[in-house]
């Protein structure tokens, strides 16, 4: 089965990956669209190549694995980026490793530590600019001149300001080769969040919702559970995971009363985007639940306010409200350990300085999982950078019964929001519809 969308001939049909939860993948569907990126971290660096003694497709092919092995990072190294990192000598490889956590050495270190000896006079492949500075650990490149690397192949520069061609400059003032740029888009991708954030300093952030094929989350009644299959509900409840934090609405609160945790993955379980670590599940990861709620409206006793085994202790819950909100409410709920943000004066939580603040406190990418309400502010105020709709093949109807988007609406179609590089794929019975927001800013 093909999906044309845009307006193009359906692309063939690509069987090249496994889909998840045993389901052959759907094609990738493409807009008609000229391409274009959503933001634009960073310009990016240009290539310079310099003459190397590999092949392209040699080159490539490691890369790829550096890629792959970073990918067991996800979700637990925010606001560090994915890393991977392979040494490559006389054919053969002497040593790989990845960023496994926030925190923890980094893929090049790990990598070296694996080759020992073996790294000197080896091709150091990795798919960001190794770092060069002082942070949680010792800066990489120390560790790659002193191993007696004499060449570092890499995807891109990092656009961190503490970084941003530093580290390539060291390696070649130390008489390393070094060439860049090959797997961009794909290096790009796997890091969008780290690549927003370290320039921003703002979330990248996912719209999430789950409706059916007409467009509805609930029915007229306001019955909701359940519109997606089993498989779909636990796949979007895997998403959380790698994710910094969840966001939500008052109303989301009052009618589901939801605990939003993320689902922990365990040995041999593989995450809704590639393999996680499996020395990080046993203590958790940084997770934060963030509520808008401009009243504090929010009951006590509520099931996302009681503390979450697989969470860290640290910023589990923020409450963003306004100066509308009581008092004696906020002290009650300070007094639990909730953390209150007054962000605005009359009955709307400021979401823009909302998304800086989460900044500030290092959230790298946020999900929102909020009701029509929730999720039109945060499209209208062009928070948002990603859509990830679920689809149900099942037809509500009504003309009261809830959609995924409110709020007033446009009144022309040239105001419309606009995706790009759009995907589609079965997740059980139903689809899942993945896009980016395309933007000309």
Same mark, same amino acid.
């Given at each position: 089965m093909q999906?044309?969308?845009?307006? $193009?001939?359906p692309p063939a049909l690509d069987t090249s990956v496994k889909g998840r939860s045993g389901v052959t993948p759907g094609p990738t569907v493409k807009s008609g669209r000229k391409k274009r990126r959503s933001y634009n971290p960073g310009k990016d660096p240009g290539f310079f190549f310099i003459e190397s003694p590999h092949p392209v497709n040699e080159r490539e092919k490691y890369l790829k694995l550096a890629i792959k092995l970073a990918k067991k990072g996800l979700g637990y190294t925010n606001p560090n980026p994915l890393v991977g990192a392979v040494i490559v000598k006389n054919g053969n490889i002497v040593g790989k490793g990845y960023h496994q956590g926030y925190g923890l050495p980094h893929a090049e270190i790990n990598a070296l530590r694996k080759a020992k000896e073996r790294a000197k006079g080896a091709t150091l492949y990795l798919n960001l600019e190794p770092c060069c500075f002082f942070g949680k650990t010792p800066p990489c490149t120390t560790s790659i001149i002193s191993a007696g690397i004499k060449e570092v192949v890499t995807s891109l520069k990092d656009p961190n300001p503490k970084v941003s061609g530093r580290g390539i400059s060291q390696l070649k003032k130390a008489g390393i080769r070094v060439e860049i740029g090959i797997l961009k888009k794909e290096a790009r991708k796997l890091n969008e969040a780290y690549l927003k954030y370290i320039t921003t300093k703002k979330p990248f952030v996912t719209l999430k919702a789950a409706m059916s094929l007409d467009g509805k989350i609930a029915t007229k009644t306001g019955e909701s559970k359940w519109i997606t299959s089993k498989v779909a509900r636990n796949f979007s409840h895997q998403l959380r995971l790698l994710y910094d934090g969840i966001l939500v609405g008052i109303g989301t609160v009052l009618k589901d009363n939801p605990y939003l945790n993320y689902t922990p993955t365990y040995r041999g379980f593989h995450s809704p985007r590639g393999s996680v670590s499996p020395g990080?599940?046993?203590? !958790?990861?940084?997770?934060? $639940?963030?509520?808008v709620d401009s009243s504090a409206k929010i009951p006590l006793d509520a099931n996302l306010l009681k503390k979450s085994k697989t969470c860290l202790p640290d910023r589990q819950v923020i409450l963003a409200t306004t100066k509308m909100a009581s008092i004696d409410k906020l002290k009650k709920l300070n007094e639990k350990g909730i953390e209150i943000l007054i962000l605005g004066e009359n009955r709307k939580v400021d979401l823009l300085r909302l998304m800086e603040e989460l900044g500030k406190r290092e959230l790298a990418n946020l999900l929102i999982e909020g009701g029509g309400e929730i999720n039109e502010a945060a499209l209208r105020l062009r928070i948002v950078d990603k859509v990830c709709f679920f689809v149900s093949p099942k037809i509500i !109807?009504?003309?009261?019964? $809830?959609?995924?988007? %409110? !709020?007033?609406?446009? #009144?022309?179609?040239? #105001?419309?929001?606009?995706? $790009? %590089?759009?995907?589609?794929?079965?997740i059980g019975e139903d689809f899942l519809v993945e896009g980016y927001v395309y933007r000309t800013d």
């Open positions: 999906f044309p969308i845009g307006g $193009k001939s990080l599940r046993r203590g !958790g990861k940084r997770f934060t $639940k963030v509520i !109807g009504g003309r009261y019964a $809830k959609t995924p988007v %409110e !709020g007033e609406g446009i #009144e022309h179609l040239n #105001e419309a929001i606009l995706l $790009k %590089e759009l995907t589609c794929e079965p």
